[in-house]
């Protein structure tokens, strides 16, 4: 009977697919940071209820939630040369598509693809601190900008942690899919080294015990995030209980 599996295979994926980690993890971070920051601004726009720009929130929050990452990745790698070709022909630039790594339409996808889901979270995690801490901030003089950075943003990342953490490690198994806009991450490496050794079966099971540590790794250091900033957050509040009690 032939061999059909063979577990030393994996054990030498392993390593071999590894070495492609920092590409998985740059475009992560960076798609993570971007998403953070349209987010936050996208959820700041729902909350201040800003017209025009609120519908168009909406609409886009649901078209990115709507559509498939895939398809999102597609339309980024064949809808920014379209684009430059735009920019070249109307304002007579002469920007050339050879010049963008591959990459930068990956991290461009999933930074508006996972800033939908950011900005619901960030949204509902802001509306979630108790109105009464706002209002009373303010009246001893507090400004808003102060009352946000101090009571409001320290509140709700407690809230959005979490999800935070969800979409975070969503975004990451989601570099899978970046192998078709021909960027060499991890799925992209296991792909190459199976189709040398002709052992794919082998190759996907290393690559899945990858992406199941990376899952696991960062699921802890969320977990101590949070940890960490509720334990910020009672101090702070029994500082400020004490501070009260003792000016009484």
Same mark, same amino acid.
């Given at each position: 009977?032939?061999? #059909?599996?063979?577990?030393?295979?994996? #054990?030498?994926?392993?390593?071999? /697919?590894?070495?492609?980690?920092?590409?998985?993890?740059?475009?992560?971070?960076?798609?993570? $940071?971007?998403?953070? /920051?349209? &987010?936050?601004?996208?959820?700041?726009?729902?909350?201040?209820?800003?017209? /025009?720009?609120?519908?168009?929130?909406?609409?886009? =929050?649901?078209?990115?939630?709507?559509?498939?990452?895939?398809?999102?990745?597609?339309?980024?790698?064949? &809808?920014?040369?379209?684009?430059?070709?735009?920019?070249?022909?109307?304002?007579?630039?002469?920007?050339? =598509?050879?010049?963008?790594?591959? =990459?930068?339409? *990956?991290?461009?996808? $999933?930074? $508006?693809?996972?800033?939908?889901?950011?900005?619901?979270?960030?949204?509902?995690?802001?509306?979630?601190?108790?109105?009464?801490? *706002?209002?009373?901030?303010?009246?001893?003089?507090?400004?808003?900008?102060?009352?946000?950075?101090?009571?409001? #943003?320290?509140?709700?990342?407690?809230?959005?942690?979490?999800?935070?953490?969800?979409?975070?490690?969503?975004?990451?198994? &989601?570099?899978?899919?970046?192998?078709?806009?021909? *960027?060499?991450?991890?799925?992209?490496?296991?792909?190459?080294?199976?189709?040398?050794?002709?052992?794919?079966?082998?190759?996907?099971?290393?690559?899945?015990?990858?992406?199941?540590?990376?899952?696991?790794?960062?699921?802890?250091? $969320? =977990?101590?995030?949070?940890?960490?900033?509720?334990?910020?957050?009672?101090?702070?509040?029994?500082?400020?209980?004490?501070?009260?009690?003792?000016?009484?």
């Amino acid at each position: 009977m032939p061999n #059909l599996f063979d577990y030393h295979y994996v #054990l030498k994926g392993i390593p071999e /697919i590894i070495k492609y980690l920092p590409i998985t993890l740059e475009i992560v971070i960076i798609s993570a $940071f971007f998403a953070l /920051i349209l &987010g936050f601004i996208l959820a700041l726009i729902k909350i201040n209820n800003i017209p /025009i720009l609120k519908p168009l929130v909406n609409i886009y =929050i649901s078209y990115m939630r709507g559509t498939p990452q895939l398809v999102q990745l597609y339309i980024a790698y064949y &809808g920014i040369p379209i684009l430059l070709q735009y920019t070249n022909y109307y304002f007579d630039k002469d920007y050339s =598509i050879n010049h963008i790594p591959s =990459i930068i339409f *990956v991290i461009v996808a $999933f930074s $508006f693809n996972e800033a939908a889901y950011a900005s619901e979270t960030i949204r509902a995690a802001i509306q979630s601190v108790d109105k009464g801490q *706002v209002e009373a901030a303010l009246s001893i003089g507090m400004s808003y900008p102060q009352t946000f950075f101090n009571i409001i #943003l320290p509140e709700s990342l407690i809230v959005a942690i979490p999800s935070l953490g969800n979409i975070f490690i969503g975004l990451l198994k &989601g570099t899978s899919l970046a192998f078709v806009c021909a *960027v060499m991450e991890m799925t992209a490496a296991s792909q190459l080294i199976a189709s040398r050794n002709l052992r794919h079966f082998e190759m996907y099971i290393a690559l899945s015990i990858i992406y199941w540590g990376l899952t696991i790794i960062f699921s802890r250091i $969320f =977990i101590y995030m949070e940890k960490r900033l509720k334990k910020s957050e009672r101090g702070i509040a029994e500082t400020n209980e004490k501070e009260s009690i003792d000016f009484q």
